[in-house]
């Protein structure tokens, strides 16, 4: 990103404020016309300049055939411009590598553009394949260590023995899911070991107590209380995001981390982190849960209980718990989330992987400022008069959203004075047309640098003065919409949390339907914000079909 500042004093980001002291013939931004008027100087000085340019191009051309040479006409410059999948103009196309980037050359554009090149870079469909990065996940995936475990015996001495399997941090503050058979019937310590590579052994660090278990679901949750010198834990940890088996395709291929007694030496807990794979190959109910198993061809061995069963990009999808053989078949039970996230409902919220599968997926471009246009306010056009009835799209749009009728500033009805506006980034009523600015929902510079720079004039006043889908113009506080700016939700959201995922579900919808991109920050942010969804709660539920927000909604998003 270059430096420039794209707001001149002539292209505020804000929407414009109307006052009819502009509209009276004798004022202008509040001073007094003289008799010589403006419009009589700029005409005195364009005759004069007009005279002057003539007798120098005169002059010119007379010199100009007395030293006259062949004419050579100049080859066309031209421009290579990069793009995903879709060019802007097509005139000849040439595959330049083996992804679906291709290169078009076309004639320069007009110079009054200050344009030499346009490389904007675009990343791969968000639906590709995470590579897992397997460092991350030692960090999630600890050893469970549980002392003094009662062995079943029918003699009269009780026999102990040490319980070893492994477990996954669901939480920053260290609550670990594991299986209830790795701590069920111990009443020692409980220690949580880790590895710092693929290439060390497990050390323990914490002592963990345990919370819950269920012997029947056969889960288990503890959570660190120390390190293992009887400090404090004021670290927050790194943990998984946890996928539904609705998430889960049957085929898909599947990782499983964890810390198999059976690749030790038989006389120490010290054991490397182990990654088998496998694929889903089918899914078992119990109980009230469809698919309250995912069965796997993949190994598990003792030890691997209560360990990580991630997708392809990482996401964890099951808890290995047991296997059994069938002739010389291998078959794994890998416990779903489904029955994870009910069951630790009750004591810890977990955060679950969002579904995007529902959801329009945005291409992520980042732009060099210094290759696209400048952005020029003024022709984008805002606030025109469409329908010519003297009232701009800003009192259009002040009409549409009141909640009563509105009261105009004079019988001319041009300029609303007040109603009742419901402002959603804060959550607040407001009535006087005064402390509120019409925002573009998406800032015009934001779509601007986000591919309307390529877009034809009527194209962006079209955009700029939308009435017909309710959700590109808003009016909301005006103190808002200017700490708002031309910002994205990676540098800008609204005060009002519960308006965060309606939000996220309309920047995404707009920007997708005008075939606008976004930035990799920008699409992070927006994931963050689709978090905060209430599980009632639909992308579809975010579109508005009428310009007034529902009694529902503003029941779910006032203070």
């Known amino acids: 990103m270059n430096d420039y500042n794209p ?18 013939n004798k004022y202008f931004h509040g001073k007094k016309k003289s008799k010589f008027s403006d419009r009589e100087f700029y005409k005195l000085i364009f005759i004069s300049s007009t005279l002057f340019l003539s ?5 010119s051309y007379f010199i100009s055939k007395l030293t006259e040479s062949p004419n050579v006409e100049a080859e066309k410059e031209i421009v290579t411009i990069y793009i995903e999948k879709d060019p802007i103009v097509t005139t000849t196309s040439t595959s330049t590598t083996s992804t679906t980037t291709t290169t078009t050359t076309v004639p320069l554009l007009p110079p009054t553009l200050p344009i030499e090149s346009l490389n904007i870079e675009v990343e791969e469909d968000q639906n590709k394949i995470v590579e897992i990065n397997h460092q991350e996940v030692l960090q999630k995936t600890v050893q469970v260590i549980a002392e003094e475990c009662i062995a079943d015996s029918y003699s009269a001495a009780v026999e102990t023995y040490v319980g ?24 020692g310590e409980i220690f949580i070991a880790t590895v ?5 052994s497990t050390e323990i660090k914490y002592i963990a107590d345990i919370i819950s278990y269920d012997t029947y679901l056969d889960l288990a949750l503890l959570k660190i209380r120390e390190t293992i010198s009887g400090a404090r834990i004021y670290q927050k940890f790194e943990y998984f995001e946890l996928l539904n088996s609705s998430e889960v395709t049957l085929g898909e291929t599947l990782f499983i981390y964890g810390y198999p007694s059976v690749t030790g030496d038989g006389s120490t807990y010290s054991l490397n982190i182990n990654l088998t794979k496998g694929t889903v190959s089918g899914f078992e109910s ?15 061995s003792y030890g691997n209980s209560g360990g990580a069963a991630l997708d392809q990009s990482g996401k964890l999808i099951g808890i290995p718990t047991f296997g059994s053989t069938e002739g010389a078949s291998w078959i794994g039970y890998l416990r779903t989330m489904d029955v994870v996230i009910d069951w630790v409902s009750k004591y810890v919220r977990v955060k679950e992987s969002i579904d995007i599968t529902a959801i329009p997926i945005l291409k992520i471009a980042e732009v060099d400022l210094s290759a696209i246009p400048k952005y ?30 509105v009261l105009f500033t004079n019988s001319s009805s041009c300029f609303v004075s007040s109603g009742k506006w419901f402002d959603p980034y804060n959550g607040t009523f407001y009535f006087f047309s005064g402390d509120l600015d019409v925002d573009h929902f998406i800032p015009l510079y934001n779509a601007h640098i986000s591919g309307a720079w390529s877009w034809s004039i009527e194209k962006k006043v079209r955009f700029a003065n939308n009435l017909d889908d309710p ?20 540098d800008w959201k609204p005060d009002n949390t519960k308006y965060w995922c309606e939000y996220a ?36 539920d975010a579109i508005n079909n009428s310009h007034i927000f529902s009694d529902e909604k503003i029941e779910r998003y006032k203070h």
């Not at 007798?55 to 002059?59: K, R």
């Not at 070893?164 to 009443?187: A, F, R």
């Not at 119990?286 to 598990?300: F, G, L, N, P």
Request: aromatic share 12%.
């Open 471 to 490: 959700d590109l113009l808003l009016a909301v506080n005006s103190f808002t919409n200017r700490e708002k700016s031309a910002y994205g939700p990676e």
């Open 164 to 187: 070893m399997g492994s477990g996954v941090i669901i939480s920053e503050d260290g609550y670990i899911i594991t299986n209830s058979h790795v701590v069920e019937d111990c009443v």
């Open 55 to 59: 007798s120098i191009f005169l002059i």
């Open 196 to 200: 710092e590579d693929v290439d060390s």
């Open 505 to 540: 579900y309309d920047w995404i919808r707009i920007k997708y339907e005008w075939g606008l991109t976004a930035t990799q920050r920008e699409w992070s942010a927006l994931l963050e914000m689709i978090e905060t969804c209430p599980k009632d709660f639909t992308f579809e």
């Open 7 to 24: 707001f001149s004093e002539n292209n505020s980001p804000f929407d414009d404020v109307d006052s009819p002291q502009y509209l009276d």
């Open 286 to 300: 119990q109980d009230k849960y469809k698919r309250a198993w995912i069965v796997t061809d993949a190994d598990i």
């Open 376 to 405: 020029q306010r003024e022709d984008w056009n805002t606030w025109n008069d469409i329908d010519s009835d003297c009232q701009n799209t800003r009192h259009e749009v002040l009409q549409l959203e009141s909640y009563v009728n």
